[in-house]
């Protein structure tokens, strides 16, 4: 089992950054790949961002390649999602997610097993 609860969103500007982290509970954090969901009002959920259990790998939404950074602290279990040049429509709510780690990362929720509750990420024009 994996407890995941996320933190660090807020309000910004367009143009600004927020950077969001998600601690795991759980001594094998190490072993499970995490990702990074987002749900804006009346939109379905949508992936961002996902990053191997060893870090070796990343994947990316094309609507944040360039501006998000995933990573991640294994000894800390913690992962972390770097969100630069924001734009009003990264406005949503982020979920951090879990699954035990295989070869190739996903960008499909039904692949993830464990689901923090989100934080609200709002930006402004």
């Known amino acids: 089992q994996v407890q995941l609860v996320e933190s660090g969103g807020g309000w910004v500007q367009a143009g600004g950054s927020l950077r969001l982290s998600c601690a795991a509970s759980?001594?094998?954090?190490?072993?499970?790949?995490m990702g990074w969901f987002r749900q804006a009002p009346g939109k379905e959920r949508e992936f961002v961002a996902a990053?191997?259990?060893?870090?070796?790998?990343?994947l990316y939404a094309v609507s944040v390649k360039g501006r998000f950074t995933i990573s991640r602290d294994n000894a800390k279990n913690t992962v972390f999602l770097q969100m630069n040049s924001m734009k009003p429509e990264d406005t949503a709510v982020y979920y951090c997610t879990a699954r035990a780690g295989i070869l190739t990362l996903t960008n499909a929720p039904n692949e993830y097993h464990y689901w923090g509750q989100g934080t609200q990420v709002t930006v402004s024009s």
């Open positions: 759980g001594r094998t954090f190490s072993s499970y790949d």
């Open positions: 990053i191997s259990d060893n870090g070796g790998s990343r």
